[in-house]
Every structure is written in C-alpha cells, then in structure tokens.
C-alpha cells in the first residue's frame, strides 16, 4: 500500500474488516514489523483521537515516530504557488515536503479544508503535494475531502456492534456553533456506499454532500422519518457543499434527542468526536448505553494500525 487516502485503497473491506478484528485481538502480534523504521504525523490542524491513536498504532508496531505540529513546532509553511513569500511564512510546502519524505518511511498528515476556495480544496492541493513530491507512502489523517482513518474504524465498529446482516445506517446532519468540513460525512458515505448496510443520510436542504459521494445515495429531508426503524444514528456536523463552507442553519430541531432515538430500532448513537453536547446530540443520548462513542474512538488505534501495517509490509 502506498496511499491511504480513500476506500478505494483500503481493496476488499471483508478483508480488511477480517485484519482489523485479527489486530484488535492480538495488537503486538507484528510489533518487529516496524523496526528501524520512522512515521512522521504532520499536523496542520489541531486533533486528540488522532494524533493519539495513529502514534500508538505505530508504536505497536514497533516504528520510530516523530509528531510535527505545523503551527507550532516549525517554520510556518507558506502552501499557495506563485506567491512573492514577503509574509509570515519563510518555507514553502514545495521544500519541506521532500525534506520530511527523507527522514522517514512513512508520513501521515492532517490538512483540512481552508473553505477559501471549493476547487483548491476538492482538488487537494496540500494533500497532492505530499503524494507527488514526500517519495514516501502518505497517509491520509483527515484532508480537505476525507478522514478515511475515521471511515474504517466506523465501519469496524459497525461491524462489531450490529445485530443483523444489513443494519440500517444513518447519517444525520446536527447543529454546530461553526462551520465544519464535509470530510467525516464524505468518507462515511464513500464508505458505506461499499459496505453491507442500508444507508440513508438527512439534512436540511442546502446540505446536499459534494455529487461524487452523494450520488446514488438515499437522502429523506425529514429526520424523524430517517430515524424510523435505523440500527445506527452516526451524527454529524458539516458547512454547505453548494454555498461553500457557509452555515445555513443552526436549527436546534435537528439535535438528536431521546424523543427521536425512541423511533429507531434500539439504534447505537455514534460520533467522531468532539462532539458538542446538546448542540450535536443531547446529554442523555451520549451518555445512554447505546453511545458507543468512546469504543468508537478506541478503534481508530485499530484502523491506523491496519493501515501502517499494510504499508510496512509493502516496504520490506
Ligand atoms: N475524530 C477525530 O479525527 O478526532 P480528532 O480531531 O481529535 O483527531
């Protein structure tokens, strides 16, 4: 594996849901795999769960890891071409690039949508120049269209949680305070467009996903109705696709509550963190038993390390 970037480079996801059970039972089982052998995290933006969880799938397979936050550890890196670079940034993104590719293996970076310019950030620009100039397998930890790391441990944790062949799966559009990237929802969707489920996602209208992830997917505008009879409620916030990265609504009706959990069948509420209580999804729905938000966070450990493994054992 040389990019992990989309559900397309993951192959067969019976396969990789079967490597992923295989790494969650036994997680030191490769743990020579990755001696002598270094990851670099870049971050751009800021993260808890992966940060954390890509450096102990790393660790447990016994690399090296270095953790580079852009904004705060190094020279600010200017990323726009063709610009006098006269401002704050003294090195550009076109050099340090292949430099960080030297001294490791692999790089993992974290580059979020700017929501400045729809077609720099649907052609990702910052991701591309990783891929085409690091000379080293890239990991995608979430960029300006995806968060594919985030996609598989959903899946996983569907996985392991469902009660019947083809669960239904909705994706609900949620209230938020600020106006949010379409990656988490985007991979949700690319991703469960292949998998074994019933998805149907809601919004309000004006939240229709970009077409390449929207297209051939179930959309009911009326949230109640979505909710009837679901396995799983995965909630989520995002700006608008067609206004881009404009908040349209912050319609408070759309927060997932109790009352709308009692139309599903018994679903499990899932997240990706963080997660804005009582904008997102009220206390008594996170903290009920069936948020499954905090097992659903463990199991990025499971799907970054999948991922590494998979791309070491293509390097040795
Ligand atoms: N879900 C997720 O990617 O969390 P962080 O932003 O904390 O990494």
């Known amino acids: 594996m040389k990019r992990y970037l989309t559900v397309d480079d993951i192959g067969d996801l019976s396969q990789a849901l079967k ?7 036994n997680p030191y089982a490769w743990d020579t795999l990755g001696k002598n052998k270094t990851i670099v995290l870049i971050f751009f933006n800021s993260s808890l769960r992966t940060r954390l969880s890509t450096q102990k799938a790393a660790m447990n397979l016994g690399m090296n890891v270095i953790v580079l936050d852009v904004n705060n550890d190094g020279w600010k890196l ?5 610009v006098v670079m006269d401002g704050d940034k003294p090195e550009h993104l076109r050099e340090a690039v292949p430099v960080i590719g030297r001294y490791c293996d692999i790089i993992a970076v974290r580059s979020f949508a700017s929501f400045e310019d729809r077609d720099a950030d649907y052609e990702e620009r910052i991701l591309s120049q990783f891929i085409d100039h690091a000379g080293v397998p890239v990991i995608s930890m979430e960029s300006a269209t995806r968060h594919p790391l985030q996609a598989f441990a959903d899946l996983y944790t569907i996985e392991e949680h469902k009660s019947k062949d083809k669960p239904k799966v909705v994706l609900t559009w949620a209230p938020h305070p600020r106006a949010l990237p379409q990656a988490v929802p985007n991979s ?49 916030n995002w700006a608008s696709y067609n206004d ?19 139309l599903t069948n018994n679903a499990k509420f899932m997240h990706c963190l963080p997660v804005r209580r009582n904008m997102i999804v009220t206390d008594g ?13 463990a199991n990025r ?16």
């Open 19 to 25: 490597e992923a059970a295989e790494v969650k039972k």
């Open 78 to 82: 200017e990323t726009e071409f063709g």
């Open 188 to 236: 949700f969707v690319e991703w469960m467009k292949v998998a074994d489920v019933e998805l149907v996602v809601t919004h309000p209208k004006g939240y229709e996903l970009a077409p390449e992830f929207s297209d051939g997917v179930t959309v009911e505008y009326d949230q109640k109705k979505a909710f009837e009879g679901a396995d799983f409620i995965y909630a989520k």
């Open 244 to 262: 881009y990265g404009k908040i349209l609504s912050k319609d408070k009706s759309w927060t997932v509550d109790e009352e709308k959990m009692a």
């Open 285 to 297: 729905v996170i903290d009920s038993e069936n948020s499954i938000v905090v097992e659903e966070a």
């Open 301 to 316: 450990v499971v799907s970054a390390q999948v991922v590494i493994k998979r791309m070491l054992e293509s390097l040795n």
